[in-house]
C-alpha cells in the first residue's frame, strides 16, 4: 500500500512538472499562493478598487480555514490584484526552468490577508448575500449556519481572544452539511442542504441588524430526500424555484409556495451519488449537475424525464459544477481528479478531427490541471473586464487564480483576425 501512494505521489509530481512548464502558453494569467491552512471555499466578493496608474485591480476573496486538532478556525477575507485590459505581459521573458514559484501575469502582486474572524470549527462553505455582501453565511461543522456581517467586525480579532461572534446562528438542522446558497431576488432568503436529509430555509431579512448571535428558526424543513443532500440552487429568475441534489441520486425541484412535496423529481438522476447542482443564469430552463458517477449532466427542467446531455471527462468524483456569469453555454466543473473541466454546450455534437478526439469531446474547452490534490472549490470572477479569471483551492492549501490564454477560448478565426491586424 505505502508502495502504491509513493508511486501516485511520483506521478502527481511528474503530471505537476509537466503542466507547469506548459503553463505560460495555456495562461495568460496564473497566480498561486499556499495558504497556512486548506480552505474548503472560495468565493469572489464584488468589490472591486481599480489603480489605473499601476495598472492593476484590488479585489477580494471570501475563504475559510480547515486545522487540525484544536487550532483556532476562522472565516478570512484576502485581498489580491488583477492586471487591467490590455496590460502588457509579455510569457516570452519565461522559460521552461525559470516560471515564478507565484506564478505570472500579475504584476508581481500576492495574497494579502485583510481581515480573520474566528469560527467554531472548520468553514464547510462560506457565501455573501448578493443584494448585501457584507453579510456572509458559512456552513458550520455543528448542525448551525452562521450569519456574519463582515463590517461589525475588525481586522483581526486579540490574541487571547477565541471566541466566536456570528451575528445570528441558523437551526433547524441536525447535522452538518456542504449545501448552501442566497436567494439572488429575495434579500435574506438562504436555502441550505445538509447530512440529516433535510433542507432548511430560512428570511432573515428582519433580523439583518442583529448582532447579538440569537437563534432563528427556519420559515420552511423540506424533507423529501433519503440521504444527504449535497447541494442547493436558486432559479436565477424565479425567486420561488429552487433545486437540490442528494446522495439518493436524485434531482428536485422546489417551489418555495407549494411546501408539501417537491415540484418534480427525477429518482435516478445519475448512477451514484449527486454531488452538484447549478442552474444557468442566462437561461431560465437550463440545469447543470455533477456526480459521483464521474459525468456532469444537462437538463432542460421543461422536461426531466432525461437528460440532454452527459459531459464525459473527469475520472474522479465531480464535486462542483459553476455556470460562467459572462457566457450562457460556458460551464466549468471539479472533481476529486484535481482537474477543473471547462465545457462550451454550443460545441456538443460537434465536428473535430481524429486527433482532436483523442483530447476529449467537442464541448470540452479547457482542463486546469494546476493542482496536485482534490479541488474543494471554484468560483468565476463576475467583474467586468475580469471574464475567464477563476480562483480555485484545494486540500493541499493552495489557492490558484488563473485565466486561461484568449486564444483557447477565442474562436479560431477570431483570434487570426485579430493577429492580423
Known amino acids: 500500500m505505502a508502495d502504491e501512494q509513493i508511486e501516485e505521489d511520483r506521478r502527481i509530481n511528474e503530471e505537476y ?3 507547469k512548464k506548459n503553463t505560460p502558453f495555456l495562461y495568460d494569467l496564473v497566480l498561486m499562493h499556499a495558504l497556512e491552512w486548506p480552505s474548503l471555499t472560495v468565493q469572489w466578493l464584488p468589490e472591486k478598487n481599480i489603480q489605473p496608474e499601476q495598472c492593476f485591480s484590488k479585489q477580494k476573496l471570501l475563504l475559510g480555514t480547515h486545522t487540525s486538532g484544536d487550532e483556532q478556525n476562522y472565516l478570512l ?5 488583477l492586471p487591467l485590459p490590455k496590460t502588457e505581459i509579455d510569457i516570452r521573458r519565461y522559460d521552461d526552468n525559470d516560471i515564478p514559484a507565484g506564478g ?37 461543522v455543528s448542525s448551525h449556519v452562521f450569519i456574519f456581517d463582515l463590517e461589525s467586525h475588525p481586522e483581526a480579532p486579540e490574541p487571547d481572544d477565541h471566541e466566536c461572534r456570528p451575528a445570528l446562528k441558523l437551526r433547524g438542522h441536525r447535522r452538518e452539511g456542504y449545501g448552501l446558497e442566497w436567494n439572488p431576488k429575495k434579500l435574506g432568503l438562504i436555502c441550505s442542504g445538509s447530512d440529516d436529509h433535510l433542507i432548511c430555509l430560512w428570511d432573515i431579512a428582519g433580523n439583518l441588524d442583529r448582532r447579538n448571535g440569537e437563534m432563528q428558526d427556519p420559515l420552511v424543513t423540506y424533507d423529501a430526500h433519503s440521504d444527504i443532500v449535497a447541494d442547493v440552487s436558486w432559479h436565477p429568475i424565479h425567486e420561488c424555484i429552487f433545486a437540490s441534489v442528494s446522495d439518493d441520486k436524485s434531482l428536485r425541484t422546489w417551489d418555495t409556495r407549494i411546501r408539501e412535496k417537491p415540484q418534480e423529481t427525477v429518482e435516478n438522476a445519475h448512477s451514484r451519488e449527486v ?16 456526480s459521483a458517477d464521474k459525468s456532469v449532466a444537462l437538463w432542460d427542467i421543461r422536461n426531466l424525464k432525461e437528460k440532454l446531455h452527459s459531459f464525459l471527462s473527469h475520472e474522479e468524483e465531480v464535486f462542483s459544477v459553476q455556470w460562467a456569469p459572462f457566457n450562457e453555454t460556458i460551464l466549468a466543473s471539479s472533481s476529486a481528479d484535481r482537474r477543473i473541466c471547462f465545457w462550451d454546450i454550443s460545441k456538443i ?63 479560431d478565426d477570431d483570434f487570426e483576425n485579430e493577429e492580423e491586424v
Open 17 to 19: 512538472k509537466i503542466w
Open 349 to 411: 455534437r460537434g465536428q473535430q478531427s481524429e486527433q482532436d478526439n483523442e483530447d476529449g469531446p467537442p464541448e470540452l474547452l479547457f482542463i486546469h490541471a494546476g493542482h496536485t490534490s482534490k479541488v474543494s472549490d471554484m468560483c468565476w470572477n463576475r467583474q467586468q473586464d475580469d471574464d475567464w479569471v477563476v480562483a480555485s483551492v484545494a486540500e493541499d492549501n493552495i489557492l490558484q487564480i488563473w485565466r486561461m490564454a484568449e486564444n483557447i477560448y477565442n474562436d
Open 275 to 290: 454531488n452538484a447542482v447549478a442552474f444557468n443564469p442566462f437561461s431560465q430552463f437550463a440545469l447543470a449537475t455533477g
Open 77 to 81: 477575507v484576502a485581498e489580491t490584484q
Open 104 to 140: 505570472f501575469g500579475a504584476n508581481g502582486s500576492r495574497i494579502e490577508l485583510k481581515q480573520k474572524i474566528n469560527h467554531d470549527g472548520e468553514v464547510n462553505l462560506a457565501r455573501y448575500m448578493p443584494l448585501r455582501p457584507q453579510i456572509v453565511a458559512t456552513k458550520t
